[in-house]
């Protein structure tokens, strides 16, 4: 979507593309402008859930900048659950940063101190 709320233009392509299938708890998303790091963050915490059937991911080509992922549920569709997941890494994402920012608190402090 694009940065207005309204469909990409030219200029900004979409960056996630769904190719769900004939059903709902089976889909493949490409992940544009992507690469193993979301790849397999994605896979590791998808893995995790108990209603994931199956996920995998695949990098078709190091020059093609994209990122296959394909999920299937034990009945859930596969868009919310891929949904949560982002919500979960994002959450994750956020813990790790407040918590690298309280230790390099910790250490200026420190480091004043020895002053």
């Known amino acids: ?8 233009t030219e200029a900004e392509p979409e960056k996630l593309t769904v ?4 059903d709902s708890a089976n889909a493949t998303f490409t992940f544009h402008e992507e690469d193993h790091t979301i790849g397999n963050t994605l896979r590791y915490i998808l893995n995790k859930n108990p209603e994931v059937a199956f996920v995998g991911y695949s990098v078709p080509h190091p020059s093609e900048p994209k990122m296959n992922l394909r999920l299937q549920t034990v009945g859930p569709p596969a868009t919310t ?10 959450e994750i994402g956020g813990h790790v940063l407040s918590t690298f920012d309280k230790a390099v608190a910790e250490f200026k402090e420190k480091e004043q101190q020895k002053r």
């Open 1 to 8: 979507m694009a940065a207005n709320g309204g469909a990409p």
């Open 19 to 22: 190719d769900a299938g004939g």
């Open 81 to 90: 659950v891929l949904h949560n997941a982002l919500g979960t890494v994002y």
